[in-house]
């Protein structure tokens, strides 16, 4: 990873765990997969791009994805985004589907989400990294360990969150989130992913984006304009 270069709202907490000998150890791994030509995604100034683009100081919400993309040109380091010009793929849009239902939010014609990103959403996966066309190829390396500290950080918050949990994966790794209806401060929402495999179970109906933007509101704060801007 070389210096790490990260927003300091999120380096100054988390510089215990780029000193710890696992985070050494998943730096040595990527090293080793690069000099042996294997193609790692996003490229390697993209991995802590959802950090970078939402310092802890501005997380509102936080949607949990599981692996960046595997194909060429599709990930750049937001969970479900891929970069302008890239085909919008499936479980987006659903997503798209779902917003259009429950907000009346015309379906955007691409799959960058930087938008959100920009207003305090964190678009974070489990793990940073991934082998062109290999998924799950770099699970258990140590990222799962590195985002959860990340999700601890934001559970941490005084300020309430929302976190938009889709699918089991996404629902064990924050089950520790400190939620309204355990008598915490965060509102936590679940619903089945939004692939196509899936969707149909529950994703579809959940209304999970007017439900965020109404809590944000009843709590003082601005509601997320979910409306994804046009492409130059």
């Known amino acids: 990873m070389g210096e790490i270069k990260l927003h300091p709202g999120w380096l100054e907490p988390l510089k215990d765990e780029f000193a710890d000998p696992y985070m050494t150890a998943l730096r040595e791994f990527l090293v080793t997969e690069k000099a042996a030509g294997k193609r790692v995604f996003p490229a390697g100034g993209e991995w802590f791009r959802a950090l970078d683009l939402t310092p802890l100081e501005q997380v509102r919400v936080v949607i949990l994805g599981q692996d960046p993309y595997h194909g060429e040109g599709q990930a750049h380091g937001l969970c479900f985004s891929v970069r302008p010009g890239v085909r919008t793929p499936p479980s987006l849009v659903n997503i798209y589907k779902e917003m259009e239902a429950d907000l009346g939010i015309p379906r955007a014609r691409h799959g960058f989400l930087e938008h959100w990103a920009q207003q305090g959403v964190l678009l974070l996966n489990a793990v940073l990294t991934v ?13 799962e360990r590195f985002t959860d500290a990340v999700i601890r950080l934001v559970n941490a918050k005084q300020e309430p969150v929302v976190f938009l949990l ?21 509102l936590v929402l679940k619903a089945p992913h939004p692939s196509p495999l899936s969707a149909h179970s529950g994703f579809f109906g959940c209304r999970h984006f007017s439900k965020a933007n109404a809590f944000l509101t009843s709590r003082g704060h601005q509601p997320i304009d979910w409306a994804l801007p046009e492409l130059d």
């Open 131 to 143: 082998q062109m066309s290999m998924a799950a190829s770099h699970q258990g390396r140590g990222w």
């Open 166 to 186: 889709w699918g089991s994966h996404a629902q064990k790794k924050a089950a520790f989130v400190d939620s309204i209806d355990k008598g915490g401060r965060h």
